[in-house]
């Protein structure tokens, strides 16, 4: 029997630390595709409590100091059990 509990546990403690990602593509412009990178991060609890207010392409291309267009919008998005981490990637010049 404590073994059984002992496994429960470890077992648990697994799934809560475990994640998966995804990225997507969100939005392609005729904008060249320069050598810059800019990220936009923020974590979202509970899937509608959102810790950073400014978490945009404009804050994501202001941080990759892009001065001309931005060519692409990537959304990273990794799930954990009771919160997400998003990542909004741009690239541009």
Not at 38 to 47: C, D, E, N, Y
Request: overall charge positive; aromatic content about 6%.
């Amino acid at each position: 029997m404590k073994n059984i509990i002992k496994i429960s546990k470890i077992v648990l403690a697994a799934g809560l630390i475990s994640s998966c990602s995804v990225t997507l593509p969100v939005a392609v412009s005729s904008a060249p595709v320069g050598d810059k990178t800019g990220v936009s991060k923020s974590t979202v609890i509970f899937g509608s409590i959102w810790l950073n207010k400014a978490y945009s392409a404009a804050e994501a291309a202001k941080n990759g100091k892009l001065t001309g267009g931005v060519a692409t919008i990537d959304e990273k998005t990794t799930n954990y059990v009771i919160f997400q981490k998003k990542e909004l990637i741009v690239t541009g010049n």
